[in-house]
């Protein structure tokens, strides 16, 4: 596969809850080893549309691509769902995500938590898996941690734990939903290290922040969402130095 293969491809996204219309038509590419931040303010669809590409949620219209093959749909608007289980699976096992609140299992340890999806998803040989989870916790800075649980941990650890669980399962991309957003701000920066090795490293991800710092820090392209479209995106350079429409002025004064 070249390196400017699309990963991921949403293409003309709609989604409404209800009557609700949140998506009005996004368009989102990110090829491989693209990081793409996705900024706006509360409510305007950021964490939707992540949760549209990996199909945690449908959407009534657009597609939605992975490594170029598009998502099969049956029925349409609000009866349309994904037809084919198997390629749910595939797209969600590539398209590995990390939440605000870690989302760790509380009654497993750090390094069952990392095992549990290779193992019982993935159905990969568990020795295979503990290798692997152990290095990737050592990879973000908690290997001491593997036999203790969750609320042993402080949040900054429990945001690592949660990247290494992602990372255990060798997807093609990674998907933040404000991974910083629970953390104070001493704890933020740990985390925030963590990503930015991520992101030099190569990887495809898809991050939603209201860190601007980090998404500066971090992106190639930055996507400004207002109220479920697209009011202004470009390398973080343009963004971030010479906004050109008056809401993403706004936004960024306000924020920044
Ligand atoms: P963001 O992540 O940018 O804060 P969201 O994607 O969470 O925004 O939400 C976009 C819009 O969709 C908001 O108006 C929100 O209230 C609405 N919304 C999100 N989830 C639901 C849901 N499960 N049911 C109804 N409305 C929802
Ligand atoms: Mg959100």
Known sequence: MADTDPVIEIRDLHKAYGALEVIKGVDIVARRGDVVSLIGSSGSGKSTILRCANLLEDSQQGDILFKGEPVKWRGTGHGRHPADPAQVLRIRTNLSMVFQQFNLWAHMTILQNVMEA????????????????????????????????????????????????????????????????????????????????????????????????????????????????????????????????ERLKGFLSATL
């Not at 159905?123 to 203790?148: F, S």
């Not at 400004?224 to 130095?241: K, M, W």
């Open 118 to 245: 290779p193992v019982t998803v993935l159905g990969r040989p568990r020795a295979e898996v503990e290798k692997a989870a152990r290095a990737y916790l050592d990879k973000v800075g908690i290997a001491d941690k593997a036999d203790a649980f969750p609320a042993q941990l402080s949040g900054g650890q429990q945001q690592r734990a949660a990247i290494a669980r992602a990372l255990a399962m060798e997807p093609e991309a990674l998907l933040f939903d404000e991974p910083t957003s629970a953390l104070d701000p001493e704890l933020e920066q740990e985390v925030v290290k963590v990503i930015k090795a991520l992101a030099e490293e190569g990887r495809t991800m898809l991050v939603v922040t209201h860190d601007m710092r980090m998404a500066a820090d971090i992106s190639n392209h930055v996507v400004f969402l207002h109220e479920g479209r697209i009011e202004e995106q470009g390398p973080p350079d343009s963004i971030f130095g010479s906004p050109q429409t």
